[in-house]
């Protein structure tokens, strides 16, 4: 069992950044991936992001890419997601998710275990 909790999101006005973490229990971290997804009212949860257990392979989906930065520390069991150059398009519930293994997934249900959501908003 993985428990998954957000935190770190808030107001910011475009143009702005955050940094999300996702901290996680459990003694086997360095073996799930882990995802941030992301939903706004009304839409899909979206993919964002993926990173394996090492640390060292990532995946961004396009409309991120060279703005935010997927990044762990085995040793805390967190993860975190660097956030620059917010839009007010950015605004969503952030989610992060784990899956036991190295194969990376953007879809939600491939992955066994989520937090609670931590919201972003990006004011124009």
């Known amino acids: 069992q993985v428990q998954l909790v957000e935190s770190g999101g808030g107001l910011v006005h475009a143009g702005g950044s955050l940094r999300l973490s996702c901290a996680a229990s459990?003694?086997?971290?360095?073996?799930?991936?882990v995802a941030w997804f992301r939903q706004a009212p009304g839409k899909e949860r979206n993919f964002i992001a993926h990173i394996r257990g090492n640390g060292i392979s990532t995946y961004y989906t396009d409309s991120v890419k060279g703005r935010f930065t997927i990044s762990r520390d085995n040793a805390k069991n967190t993860v975190y997601l660097q956030m620059n150059s917010l839009r007010p398009e950015d605004t969503a519930v952030y989610y992060c998710a784990a899956r036991l293994g190295v194969a990376v997934f953007t879809t939600p249900t491939a992955y066994s275990y989520w937090g609670q959501g931590t919201q972003v908003t990006v004011s124009s």
């Open positions: 459990g003694r086997t971290f360095g073996d799930y991936g």
